[in-house]
């Protein structure tokens, strides 16, 4: 009966950190979260998700709910992020995915070559195709109770394009690179298909009480300068300009977060892509960042997951030396990639509080 509840009367939201350091206003603490917060390091998720078809988990909007819930009862985050995965966009296109497990996402019948791109839906409703996503914020709004903004996401055209065509995740990412220099035009066909359907999808999130957006460019690293400007930045400008314009139509805007894994030589042109937010990974150093984004955006990151394998005092100094690099204002705290699933959740918390105590005293310091 629950999710008979529509998009509207949202209980009101009593923690706003995430969202104005998103937008670069003045914080009392540094906001935040992690990706893969709702992971397989909590017993609470591996017992949850336990016999349970991956997918079949997705489309269940109570089982995102409390997916995605989990993590806030057990750690004080400033935001939550939805539980979901990327790969619902190319099924949603008509492609075949399963989660195999030892494997991870398997395409059974990748795309091989040019004319393999008429399998796939040009015009995909995704109303109907991803309802259950928009469901799934929907119900999960309802029930954070305005405790955290809740975070939308989908992956970015050239990450999918590549899971597309690999069939599955990759060390060399050759057989979707190949595509790049010998079929230029179908690659290009191909990401702009993805761009209208990523575009729909962030739209419909936001509709159903998504109150950010974060852009996954998982396998931008794998490119080099010239093709990622080619085939990456393009389309992830396109989202940005094409998702605010259309809120802004409604009178309506969310912060959006673009993260591209890997793609430090491509920071500048990334603070100047029409997203509130540039996440980054933990091979950028924190003030280089700053200087070279010219203050144009808030930050997120960075820390280096494995640094929480660290003892309990190390992950402090670490999280400290980081906030020093970056500065309270502007500044979105986050790990440069998700959380591992062997990862002790009590260091987790370790984190969250470091992040805390230390912004306080330094916004004190001021």
């Given at each position: 009966i629950e999710t008979k509840q529509g998009p509207k009367d949202f209980p009101q939201l009593k923690n706003d950190t995430f969202l104005r350091a998103a937008r670069g206003e003045e914080t009392e603490h540094v906001p935040v979260w992690c990706m893969r917060q709702a992971g397989r390091y909590l017993p609470e998720f591996r017992e949850f998700r336990a016999g349970k078809d991956f997918f079949d988990t997705c489309r269940s909007p109570e089982a995102c709910c409390e997916l995605t819930l989990q993590p806030l009862r057990r750690f004080p985050f400033d935001a939550a992020i939805i539980f979901s995965d990327i790969l619902v966009v190319p099924q949603a296109m008509g492609m075949d995915v399963q989660m195999v497990a030892g494997k991870g996402p398997t395409f059974p019948e990748p795309l091989k070559e040019p004319e393999d791109l008429q399998?796939?839906?040009?015009?995909?409703?995704?109303?109907?195709?991803?309802?259950?996503?928009?469901?799934?914020?929907?119900?999960?709004?309802?029930?954070?109770?305005?405790?955290?903004?809740?975070?939308?996401?989908?992956?970015?055209?050239?990450?999918?394009?590549?899971?597309?065509?690999?069939?599955?995740?990759?060390?060399?990412?050759?057989?979707?690179?190949?595509?790049?220099?010998?079929?230029?035009?179908?690659?290009?066909?191909?990401?702009?298909?993805?761009?209208?359907?990523?575009?729909?999808?962030?739209l419909g999130q936001v509709a159903a009480g998504a109150q950010a957006l974060q852009v996954f460019e998982s396998h931008a690293g794998i490119l080099g300068p010239v093709q990622f400007k080619d085939f990456s930045l393009p389309y992830l400008r396109d989202i940005a300009r094409r998702v605010k314009d259309k809120l802004k139509e409604k009178g309506q805007d969310v912060p959006m977060i673009v993260f591209a894994k890997d793609a430090h030589y491509g920071l500048e042109d990334l603070s100047q892509s029409y997203y509130e937010v540039v996440g980054l990974d933990w091979t950028i150093d924190p003030r280089s960042a700053r200087e070279r984004t010219g203050g144009r955006v808030s930050l997120q990151g960075n820390m280096d997951p494995c640094a929480l394998y660290s003892p309990k005092e190390c992950i402090s100094d670490i999280v400290r030396k980081m906030l020093e690099g970056f500065g309270t204002r502007g500044y979105i705290a986050n790990l440069g990639h998700g959380l591992y699933p062997d990862m002790d959740p009590e260091n987790v918390g370790t984190f969250v509080e470091a992040v805390h105590q230390h912004s306080i005293q330094m916004n004190k310091q001021v």
């Open positions: 399998r796939l839906q040009v015009k995909v409703d995704v109303e109907k195709e991803l309802g259950y996503v928009f469901k799934a914020i929907t119900l999960t709004r309802h029930k954070i109770e305005g405790k955290v903004p809740l975070i939308g996401f989908t992956g970015a055209p050239w990450t999918l394009m590549s899971y597309m065509i690999e069939g599955g995740g990759s060390n060399t990412h050759s057989k979707a690179k190949r595509w790049l220099y010998r079929h230029p035009e179908a690659s290009h066909m191909l990401l702009k298909m993805l761009t209208d359907v990523v575009v729909e999808y962030l």
